[in-house]
């Protein structure tokens, strides 16, 4: 059964606010049940009509591709997982669970994007050139690169008067991580001396990263006053910038380009699909 089919057939609901069931589904308020049935009409007529397009669409890129005989096979799709892998870090699980995604249904939009790459470079002659990843290369180097990044650690407290009495405890040689565990609000890195981790420009409030890029390691903040509190803050390393190297990113420029490429002739060509298919609609 079809998604749409699916959505539709739960018309059929129950009042908008009935009286909680053990074995009904939905959204429980002060003990009202909104059904679930409910829950999916308003999403129907919120979505619907753009559910059914995007499943037509890719019908028919996914006939398109099979009639010329295009698909992609699992060394694709296992480079491009890879690919995410490397990209995201050690974390790739987590976040893939996180967002409610499995690794079968990431290997199927995969499929599905190389499938469309394929029928595009194939039927529109797409395709990314040498001299296009070099231009974007140049074009974008000092954005590419890794940016300057600190560690930091800090100390936050409630008020003015504690946080100048930390500072005086500092200037006078107190160790900054005895001190984030003593009296930082905040629990999670006061349990670890303070860190914070590494930061990059932007990445930082305006007032606390006007006051640490210009520190250089080992030396520590004046107060800063944020919504949260006062801090004070102390850069324990500093990491410089680093070009990118144009081996290490040209396949990820090839990537992007061509993703770009895709997004401007696609629409055209799948009005082209959908004028000549016949598409009958019988919800």
Same mark, same amino acid.
């Given at each position: 059964?079809?998604?749409?089919?699916?959505? @539709?057939?739960? !018309?059929?609901?129950?009042?908008? +606010?009935?009286?909680?069931?053990?074995?009904? =589904?939905?959204? !429980?308020?002060?003990?009202?049940?909104?059904? =679930?049935? %409910?829950?999916?009409?308003?999403?129907?007529?919120?979505?619907?009509?753009?559910?059914?397009?995007?499943? %037509?669409?890719?019908?028919?890129?996914?006939?398109?591709?099979?009639?010329?005989?295009?698909?992609?096979?699992?060394?694709?799709?296992?480079?491009?997982?890879?690919?995410? #892998?490397?990209?995201?870090?050690?974390?790739?699980?987590?976040?893939?669970?996180?967002?409610?995604?499995?690794?079968?249904?990431?290997?199927?939009?995969?499929? &599905?994007?190389?499938? @469309?790459?394929?029928?595009?470079?194939?039927? #529109?002659?797409?395709? $990314?050139?040498?001299?296009?990843?070099?231009?974007?290369?140049?074009?974008?180097?000092?954005?590419?690169?890794?940016?300057?990044?600190?560690? *930091?650690?800090?100390?936050?407290?409630?008020?003015?008067? /504690?946080?100048? &009495?930390?500072?005086?405890?500092?200037?006078?040689?107190?160790?900054?991580?005895? !001190?984030?565990?003593?009296?930082?609000? &905040?629990?999670?890195?006061?349990?670890?001396?303070?860190?914070?981790?590494?930061?990059?420009?932007?990445?930082?409030?305006?007032?606390?990263?006007?006051?640490?890029?210009?520190? #250089?390691?080992?030396?520590?903040?004046?107060?800063?006053? /944020?919504?949260?509190?006062?801090?004070?803050?102390?850069?324990?390393?500093?990491?410089?910038?680093?070009?990118?190297?144009?081996?290490?990113?040209?396949?990820?420029?090839?990537?992007?380009?061509?993703?770009?490429?895709?997004?401007? $002739? !696609?629409?055209?060509? *799948?009005?082209?699909?959908?004028?000549?298919?016949? +598409?009958?609609?019988?919800?």
């Amino acid at each position: 059964m079809s998604i749409i089919r699916a959505l @539709v057939i739960s !018309l059929a609901a129950a009042p908008v +606010v009935a009286q909680a069931q053990p074995a009904s =589904k939905g959204i !429980l308020v002060n003990g009202k049940l909104i059904d =679930k049935a %409910v829950i999916e009409r308003q999403l129907w007529q919120q979505h619907g009509n753009n559910i059914a397009q995007q499943l %037509v669409d890719s019908e028919l890129l996914r006939q398109e591709a099979q009639a010329l005989k295009i698909k992609a096979n699992s060394k694709e799709i296992n480079a491009r997982i890879a690919k995410l #892998k490397e990209q995201v870090g050690p974390n790739f699980e987590a976040q893939l669970k996180n967002s409610g995604t499995t690794m079968e249904a990431l290997r199927s939009q995969i499929a &599905d994007s190389l499938m @469309v790459e394929g029928l595009l470079k194939k039927v #529109k002659g797409l395709d $990314v050139t040498e001299k296009e990843i070099k231009d974007a290369y140049e074009t974008n180097r000092d954005r590419l690169g890794t940016p300057e990044r600190i560690r *930091l650690r800090h100390i936050l407290v409630a008020n003015r008067q /504690t946080a100048d &009495d930390t500072m005086i405890a500092l200037k006078a040689g107190a160790d900054f991580g005895k !001190l984030a565990q003593a009296r930082s609000m &905040d629990q999670a890195t006061g349990q670890k001396n303070g860190e914070l981790g590494l930061f990059s420009p932007g990445m930082l409030t305006p007032e606390i990263e006007k006051a640490v890029f210009g520190l #250089k390691p080992g030396e520590i903040s004046e107060v800063v006053q /944020t919504q949260m509190g006062f801090h004070i803050l102390q850069v324990t390393e500093k990491l410089p910038a680093k070009p990118a190297q144009f081996k290490d990113i040209k396949e990820n420029l090839r990537g992007a380009l061509l993703q770009q490429k895709i997004s401007q $002739v !696609l629409p055209a060509y *799948l009005e082209e699909l959908r004028a000549k298919a016949k +598409v009958e609609v019988n919800l």
